[in-house]
């Protein structure tokens, strides 16, 4: 039972590079979910998709893009990378995205910009 | 709007002692609540939740939690601590429709021996 898969699970950049952390699950969830996890600020959502083909923003977009690639993957994609989003990086499935819907995490990529 | 309180930080008890975990939530219409766990390095469990019925839950590793509406509460207990539930408790609330996850900024529990 792999559950939600995410890679990397570590990874630093430089400043004004670009990169795409990647997400797949296989419980044939509906919905996924981005967010970010900062000391002291608990977790917060960047962006989400509630099905196949749709995708919406969250809490805290700015900086980032997604893409649903297909039911099973969900990419989210730093296009000229800041400090600021020094942080760890979790991805997260539901069966669908309703209220009492529990979400599945993966284990984080933990991300460095220097 | 929705919103989750966790007062502290982290939280210290003996190996046997009792864990209370507080939680209040702000929510103009019925929450759905949750307590997620997360170990080192990796990432969040559900330990449990309450949509509606039964207001005392049962979750995973001998944790409970009690909806308490009047108070805005869904504090989380253990009556006896053990060495393996160090680690950070997050609190969450879901509301209306459409509405996705808000967190609290977690609390760390250490259990010392």
């Known amino acids: 039972n792999a559950g939600v898969t995410q890679t990397p699970k570590f990874q630093v950049l430089k400043t004004g590079q670009s990169m795409t952390l990647q997400c797949a699950q296989d419980?044939?969830?509906?919905?996924m979910y981005w967010y970010r996890q900062d000391p002291g600020m608990g977790l917060r959502l960047i962006y989400y998709?509630?099905?196949?083909?749709?995708?919406d923003k969250g809490e805290v977009p700015n900086g980032y893009n997604v893409s649903r690639l297909n039911k099973r993957e969900f990419s989210l994609r730093l296009e000229s990378a800041a400090p600021s989003q020094t942080s760890v990086y979790f991805c997260a499935s539901s069966e669908w995205d309703s209220n009492n819907q529990p979400q599945h995490f993966g284990d984080g990529t933990r991300l460095s910009i220097l | 709007a929705q919103s989750v309180t966790q007062l502290g930080s982290h939280v210290s008890v003996s190996e046997g002692a009792l864990v209370l975990l507080r939680c209040n939530y702000s929510?103009?219409?019925?929450?759905?609540l949750f307590w997620y766990v997360q170990y080192p390095n990796q990432g969040l469990q559900l330990l449990l939740k309450?949509?509606?019925?039964?207001?005392l839950v049962k979750g995973i590793n001998g944790f409970e939690a009690e909806f308490k509406k009047s108070e805005t509460s869904f504090h989380l207990t253990k009556p006896s601590a053990h060495m393996s539930d160090a680690a950070e408790y997050f609190c969450a609330v879901s509301t209306g429709a459409n509405s996705k996850l808000t967190f609290g900024k977690g609390i760390t529990l250490s259990v010392r021996p």
């Open positions: 929510s103009s219409v019925p929450p759905y």
């Open positions: 309450y949509t509606t019925g039964a207001t």
């Open positions: 419980m044939n969830h509906n919905s």
């Open positions: 998709s509630a099905s196949e083909g749709t995708t």
